[in-house]
C-alpha cells in the first residue's frame, strides 16, 4: 500500500491531461486553446515574460489591456511576477521548442497558450507530491493519503483551474505552500540547508503570486516548526538569516526590477483603483452566498471543516495556525471590494489554503466515523466508514457536475442567485446552457460616495424626456409598452456632458417590470446598453437577456434588477442609449422601468 498515493497521483495527472487535451486545448470547436489568456488577470500575469525576453522592453505597456493601470511614473502591470517566475524555464523551453519547428515565437502562438496548461499540470503534481508527504508525515494511512489527494483534486474548484484556468495564479499558490510546509518540515526536523532554500523560495514565490498570502502563510510557521520555541531557534539564527534573507531579497528584486524598466521607479502601487471596504466584510456571501459561496460550490469544504475538532485535541499549534490562516484569509477576501473575485468558478480566492483544507479533510476522514460510532451504537464504525466516504464520493460527483455546468455556461459567473442557482441545480441539458439572464455587476471600488447623475422611473403612464416608449397598449386598464412583434422600443438616449466623464467609471442600476401572457414569451429578449462618441463610432456596448431565468408559467409577472460598470465616455458629445432589443419579435408587456446612473468618482 506504500506506493498506493504514488499511483493516485499519476491517476490524477492522467485524469487531468485527458480534460487539458479535450476542454482547454481542443474543446468545442477544435481550438479552444486560443483562449488561454480571455481574462485580464492571465493576461498581465503572462505578460512579463514575452514584454521582457521577446521584445526586450517592459516599459511601454498598452493601457488598453485591463492588467494595465496608470500611475504617476507611468503605465504599469498591476499583477506581480510570481505566475512568470514559476512559468519561466516552460517559456524558455517552448521558446527553442517553436524556433525549431519554424513556428511564431511571438509569445502568443499555440506552443506557448499549451505551455501555460503543461506548466500548471506540473506544478499540480509537484504540489500533491509534497501534500502526500505531509499527510504521511502527520501518521494518516497510505489509503487516507489517496482518498484525500483525490478529494482536493476533483472535489474542489482546484481541478478547473488545473484543466480550465491554468493562467490564474490558484494553483501555483497552492504548490507554494506544499512545498513550503514539506521542506520546512523537514528543515525542522533535519536542518538541511536544501530544504531551508527550497521553503524559502517556496514562501516568497508564494507572495509573489499573490501578496495578501504573506498573511497568513506567517500564521502557519509555528505549525511547520513544531512550536513556537522551535521556530526562534532554528529559524532567527545568524546562519539561516544569511541563507533566507538574500534568496527572499533576490526574487523581491526582481519585482522591484520590473517596475523599474516598465517606469523608471522602483516602489509603486499597482492595485490604485482597487482595495478593502474594512468595515463592510461580507462573510455570509463569501461562504454560504449563491454567488460564490465557497461552502455552496465547494461543499466538500465545509465537510473538511470538521476537522478542527480532533485537530485541537491532537495538535494545538496546528490548530491555532490553521484556524488564524483560515481568519485571515476568509476577513481579506470578504473586505475586498470584489469579494466574490470576478469571473471565476465557486470562490477561486480559497484555493490558495488547500492544502490545510486536505489536512483538515483527512482528520475528518479519520475522526468522524469513530466519533458517530460512539454516539450511536446502533451501527457499527465500519458502516460510518462506509456512509462518510459515500457522501464525500456525492459531494466531488456534485463538484464536478457544476464545474461541467460552469464551462458550458449553465452556471453563470457573475449573476447567480439562489433563484437561478434553483433553477439549474445540477442540470446538464445542452437547453439549459447560456438560459440564465441578467448581469449583477459590482460597484467599482471607491473611497467617495458614487455621484447620481440621471435617474428615471418609466411607468409608461405620461411620457418621460430621453424616452421613445412607442408602441404603448393597455393591461388590466393600466398604460403599458406592449411589445407585438416590434424588434426595438422603449429607447432611453441621453446627450451626456461632463459629468459623465469626470469619474473613473459609472454604474447603472436597473430594473424591469414585465408581464407574459404566454410562458417565456420575452425569452431571449435583451436590454441593450450603448455609447456611440460625436463621430458615430461605437464605444461600448453590452447585451444581456432581462430574464433571471426562463418563467415555468403562464401569466407570468415578475421584476428583474441588473448591475452593470459602464466606462466613462472619451468625449463630452457622446450619446448614452438604453434600449430593449426583442430580436424574437414576440408579444409581452413591460410595467416599468427604472434607471439610475451613477458616477464613480476618484
Known amino acids: ?308 475538532v480532533p485537530l485541537y485535541r491532537q495538535n494545538k499549534t496546528a490548530f491555532y495556525s490553521f484556524l488564524s490562516s483560515f481568519v485571515i484569509l476568509l476577513l481579506t477576501i470578504s473586505t475586498w471590494w470584489s469579494w466574490f473575485y470576478a469571473e471565476s468558478f465557486g470562490h477561486r480566492g480559497f484555493i490558495d489554503l488547500y492544502p490545510i483544507l486536505a489536512i483538515l479533510l483527512a482528520y475528518t476522514l479519520n475522526y468522524l466515523p469513530a466519533k458517530l460510532g460512539r454516539m450511536f451504537p446502533f451501527l457499527t464504525e465500519q458502516y460510518y466508514v462506509f456512509i462518510l466516504r459515500s457522501a464525500c464520493w456525492i459531494l466531488l460527483t456534485i463538484n464536478l457536475i457544476q464545474t461541467y455546468q460552469y464551462y458550458n455556461h449553465i452556471l453563470e459567473y457573475d449573476c447567480m442567485d439562489w433563484n437561478r442557482y434553483k433553477f439549474v441545480f445540477l442540470k446538464t441539458s445542452s437547453r439549459y446552457e447560456s438560459c440564465l439572464g441578467g448581469t449583477m455587476d459590482m460597484q467599482p471600488y471607491s473611497t467617495q460616495n458614487p455621484k447620481q447623475i440621471y435617474h428615471a422611473d418609466n411607468t409608461f403612464a405620461q411620457p418621460v424626456a430621453g424616452w421613445n416608449t412607442m408602441p404603448l397598449g393597455l393591461l388590466n386598464g393600466k398604460k403599458v409598452l406592449h411589445f407585438a412583434g416590434e424588434e426595438y422600443g422603449a429607447v432611453l438616449t441621453i446627450p451626456t456632458d461632463s459629468s459623465y466623464t469626470a469619474g473613473k467609471k459609472l454604474f447603472a442600476r436597473m430594473s424591469i417590470t414585465r408581464y407574459e401572457e404566454q410562458k417565456n414569451a420575452s425569452s431571449g429578449v435583451m436590454l441593450v446598453v450603448e455609447i456611440w462618441n460625436s463621430k458615430h463610432e461605437q464605444e461600448f456596448y453590452n447585451a444581456f437577456p432581462i430574464n433571471d431565468f426562463p418563467a415555468d408559467r403562464e401569466q407570468d409577472l415578475r421584476t428583474f434588477h441588473s448591475n452593470l460598470e459602464i466606462p466613462c465616455p472619451a468625449d463630452p458629445s457622446s450619446t448614452f442609449k438604453i434600449y430593449i432589443w426583442n430580436k424574437k419579435k414576440q408579444d409581452f408587456y413591460l410595467t416599468d422601468i427604472k434607471i439610475d446612473l451613477e458616477e464613480i468618482l476618484p
Not at 118 to 145: E, Q, T
Not at 166 to 176: D, G
Request: some cysteine; overall charge positive.
Open 1 to 308: 500500500m506504500k506506493h498506493l498515493p504514488n499511483l493516485t497521483i499519476l491517476l490524477l495527472a492522467l485524469i487531468c491531461a485527458y480534460f487539458i487535451k479535450s476542454a482547454n486545448w481542443e474543446g468545442p470547436q477544435g481550438d479552444q486553446w486560443k483562449e488561454q489568456f480571455s481574462s485580464g488577470d492571465a493576461k498581465g500575469y503572462y505578460a512579463y515574460l514575452p514584454e521582457y525576453f521577446i521584445k526586450h522592453d517592459l516599459s511601454k505597456q498598452d493601457p488598453k489591456f485591463l492588467y494595465v493601470n496608470k500611475t504617476a511614473y507611468g503605465n504599469v502591470d498591476k499583477y506581480f511576477i510570481g505566475n512568470s517566475l514559476l512559468w519561466s524555464p516552460f517559456f524558455g523551453a517552448t521558446y527553442i521548442y517553436a524556433k525549431l519547428s519554424h513556428q511564431s515565437a511571438d509569445g502568443y502562438s499555440e506552443p506557448f497558450k499549451k505551455m501555460i496548461s503543461i506548466a500548471a499540470l506540473f506544478w499540480l503534481l509537484i504540489g500533491l507530491s509534497c501534500l502526500s508527504g505531509i499527510l504521511r508525515s502527520l501518521h494518516f494511512s497510505d489509503l487516507l493519503i489517496s482518498i484525500t489527494l483525490i478529494l482536493i483534486t476533483l472535489g474542489t474548484n482546484l481541478f478547473h483551474y488545473v484543466v480550465m484556468e491554468p493562467a490564474m495564479s490558484h494553483v501555483y499558490s497552492f504548490s507554494m505552500l506544499c512545498i513550503l510546509m514539506y521542506c520546512g518540515m523537514r528543515y525542522f526536523r533535519t536542518e538541511r540547508k536544501l530544504d531551508l532554500l527550497i521553503c524559502t523560495l517556496a514562501f516568497t514565490i508564494g507572495v509573489l503570486l499573490r501578496p495578501t498570502n504573506l498573511l497568513w502563510m506567517i500564521c502557519l510557521l509555528p505549525f511547520i516548526a513544531g512550536g513556537m520555541g522551535p521556530l526562534r531557534q532554528k529559524l532567527l539564527r545568524p546562519g539561516v538569516l544569511l541563507i533566507v534573507l538574500p534568496a527572499a531579497g533576490f526574487l523581491c528584486f526582481l519585482q522591484l526590477g520590473a517596475y523599474y524598466l516598465e517606469t523608471g521607479h522602483w516602489f509603486l502601487r499597482t492595485y490604485s483603483d482597487e482595495g478593502f471596504y474594512l468595515f463592510r466584510p461580507e462573510i455570509i456571501q463569501v461562504l454560504v452566498g449563491f454567488k460564490k459561496g465557497w461552502f455552496v460550490y465547494t461543499p466538500l469544504a465545509a465537510l473538511a471543516m470538521i476537522g478542527f
